[in-house]
């Protein structure tokens, strides 16, 4: 193996990737920043690129490539100087999209992993609460099982993409008597009745779009549960390591 595990595929890809950042990010950059908005054309170019599917599978529109390709891909967001950017793309394709490969069922990686990868669906995942931090054994939104449905109520904040997205990962108790072993993780489309989102004015990172988000009796269908029930902390801890 080459000493620095980099090929010379490795090397083309970091190329033409920084190139594209030059070329079709960083002239927006200082406007996106003062706006809070990153435009949706880009994810777009992200997609046809194929930038959010390095690591995702073919069946899905992915590239199945390695690790290393990711390690390229978060290196040079990070040099464009804009970590707000860098930011609302791997929150889209780390942290939402990796639930959906890992935990999502067939219909759900079709109708939200294929256009993830597109860059037709922007991702957010929802499990930072107002109260608990980071701490998610302290959450409180519950997830509640009524007839065909469940009932999602509660706040999420620090919600990377929160107001771009198109949907949710939205981590909730399903039996909060049981702590960190009651939570379970749902998709949510971001229009759905009940759901409001606010964005936050904040010192820096201004171009990504942090959000506050409140589930007021949120229905979904049972099969909006990803995996299984009462496994997302591990699910969580599993990704966000």
Known sequence: MNSNYFTE???????????????EVVPHIEKWEKTGTIERFIWKKFGEMGFFGINYPEAYG????????????????????????????WAHAYLAMTHLNAEGSERIKQEYLA??????????????????????????????KKGDKYIITG??????????????????????ELGNKGIS???????????????????????????EIAFDNVEI???????????????IMQHFA
């Open 221 to 235: 269908p049972l099969e909006n549960l990803m995996g299984e029930e009462g496994k997302g902390f591990p699910y």
């Open 185 to 211: 993780i749902f998709l949510l489309d971001s229009n759905l009745p009940g759901i409001s989102a606010t964005k936050l004015d904040k010192l820096g990172w201004r171009a990504s779009d942090t959000a």
């Open 9 to 23: 595929e490795h090397e083309l890809f970091r190329k033409s990737f920084r190139d594209f950042l030059q070329k």
């Open 155 to 176: 706040s999420k904040t620090f919600i990377t993409n929160g107001v771009y997205a198109d949907y949710y990962v939205v981590a909730a108790k399903t039996s909060p």
């Open 115 to 144: 256009p993830s990868i597109a860059g037709e669906k922007i991702g957010a995942l929802c499990v930072t609460e107002p109260f608990g931090g980071s701490d998610v054994a302290g959450m409180r939104t519950t997830a509640v």
């Open 62 to 89: 992915g590239m199945n490539l390695d690790l290393f390709y990711s390690v390229i891909f978060l290196e040079e967001l990070q040099k464009i100087k804009s970590s707000g950017f860098a930011a609302a793309m």
